[in-house]
């Protein structure tokens, strides 16, 4: 009789972790691989946001704090929820984990039930459907094709919503494609949730301000008439790039927050009192980097995007947010590599792609999409170039 929980063997590994380290893995033995794989920005976290950590490092602030985030922390998100989203919330309303899976992962163990189940589109964030098996409920994918932009419809929510559905999870700008929801598909959605009083939201809007092209974004607990029903999730990892601080925070309905509290006070206890400190100047400092980041990123995806069209056989969508692009390898799937290894699936495609021109890119059927790569951009133009140098040559060598 195995002794590992049969809730563990419902899940698998991370498969953009396992990317990344094998990257490393590569690297370490003297290969020259151009990791693509890490949803990590390459810039450093901001001077005054470090400055904070050492002041509160400097002053003891290095005790147990409330264990979901101290009052300094949650009047800092509240504020920003108000500047940025227009939205109110309360100190009460607000919880602080150790990242945003963190969160996401203490939302789904307090409120699922054996049975429940939780509507997903795909492609998606790897994690998701994880969380949820692991919760003991059942994840309902409703896959959105490349032609309506990896963007779940009114029409396809409404289809698979029945008694058992519990939450929805929305995750915009989008990981793995970079697409981004407008407020009106965001209202159109509303609509359907709106008619199923039942079934609540988590919204993920961890890259709300990477978007591009005057992109305006817009978050569902916006619409006060379902708000009650809104978790909002977000964090400091990827606007401020402090992904190592592990700061990940929820705004939403008060008993919800005070169940994640009572999971979060058996498992992690509080989040790092520094992280937390370097978070409260994170979210009250300045802020005008942010654009300037974002400004470089989108010049990535530019050249990123032109580079993988100009590739017989790819077909990539230009995303308006993330760091990320989600290129169709449908047009190589059936070709053989120069060891004559037949690519018949985009884990094939990935895994020769690595053997052969040492690029590192995720499959898209770890995100519940098959026939698709991720490729994070979120590093450097130099990089990025040799990368595309690389994955051009790697297909033109297919025959």
């Given at each position: 009789?195995?002794?590992?929980?049969?809730?563990?063997?419902?899940?698998?590994?991370?498969?953009?972790?396992?990317?990344?380290?094998?990257?490393?893995?590569?690297?370490?033995?003297?290969?020259?691989?151009?990791?693509?794989?890490?949803?990590?920005?390459?810039?450093?976290?901001?001077?005054?946001?470090?400055?904070?950590?050492?002041?509160?490092?400097?002053?003891?602030?290095?005790?147990?704090?409330?264990?979901?985030?101290?009052?300094?922390?949650?009047?800092?998100?509240?504020?920003?929820?108000?500047?940025?989203?227009?939205?109110?919330?309360?100190?009460?309303?607000?919880?602080?984990?150790?990242?945003?899976?963190?969160?996401?992962?203490?939302?789904?163990?307090?409120?699922?039930?054996?049975?429940?189940?939780?509507?997903?589109?795909?492609?998606?964030?790897?994690?998701?459907?994880?969380?949820?098996?692991?919760?003991?409920?059942?994840?309902?994918?409703?896959?959105?094709?490349?032609?309506?932009?990896?963007?779940?419809?009114?029409?396809?929510?409404?289809?698979?919503?029945?008694?058992?559905?519990?939450?929805?999870?929305?995750?915009?700008?989008?990981?793995?494609?970079?697409?981004?929801?407008?407020?009106?598909?965001?209202k159109n959605l509303s609509q359907v949730l709106k008619r199923n009083p039942h079934v609540n939201i988590l919204s993920d809007d961890i890259y709300e301000h990477i978007t591009y092209d005057g992109f305006k974004f817009f978050t569902i607990a916006q619409i006060p008439e379902i708000k009650n029903k809104v978790v909002t999730m977000n964090g400091v990892s990827k606007s401020y790039a402090m992904t190592g601080w592990r700061i990940g925070y929820a705004a939403g309905d008060k008993e919800i927050i005070k169940a994640i509290a009572k999971i979060q006070s058996q498992s992690t206890t509080n989040p790092s009192s520094i992280s937390q400190a370097a978070a409260v100047e994170a979210l009250n400092g300045k802020q005008d980097f942010i654009s300037v980041r974002a400004k470089a990123f989108q010049e990535r995806r530019d050249f990123v995007v032109n580079s993988l069209n100009a590739i017989e056989g790819i077909n990539c969508i230009k995303p308006n947010g993330a760091f990320y692009v989600f290129p169709s390898c449908k047009g190589l799937i059936g070709k053989k590599d120069k060891n004559g290894k037949k690519i018949t699936s985009d884990t094939d495609f990935v895994e020769s792609l690595l053997e052969n021109n040492e690029v590192a890119v995720v499959q898209g059927s770890a995100f519940g999409l098959e026939g698709f790569f991720r490729i994070s951009y979120a590093t450097s133009m130099d990089k990025l170039q040799e990368a595309m140098k690389r994955i051009k040559l790697f297909c033109e060598s297919l025959n």
């Open positions: 009789m195995s002794i590992i929980s049969d809730s563990l063997k419902r899940i698998k590994p991370s498969p953009t972790i396992a990317v990344s380290q094998k990257a490393k893995e590569l690297k370490a033995a003297g290969k020259d691989v151009i990791g693509l794989g890490a949803g990590e920005p390459d810039f450093d976290t901001p001077e005054n946001i470090k400055n904070a950590a050492i002041k509160a490092i400097k002053g003891g602030d290095t005790k147990y704090t409330t264990v979901d985030g101290t009052n300094a922390l949650k009047e800092a998100i509240v504020k920003k929820f108000k500047r940025e989203n227009n939205i109110n919330y309360t100190v009460d309303q607000i919880t602080v984990g150790a990242g945003g899976k963190h969160v996401i992962y203490n939302l789904m163990m307090a409120t699922l039930n054996k049975g429940d189940e939780v509507i997903i589109p795909a492609p998606y964030w790897v994690s998701y459907p994880d969380i949820v098996l692991l919760a003991g409920a059942n994840p309902v994918v409703i896959e959105c094709s490349e032609e309506q932009g990896f963007k779940l419809s009114a029409k396809d929510l409404e289809s698979k919503i029945n008694n058992n559905t519990k939450w929805v999870i929305l995750n915009s700008p989008s990981n793995p494609t970079g697409a981004c929801y407008s407020e009106q598909e965001i």
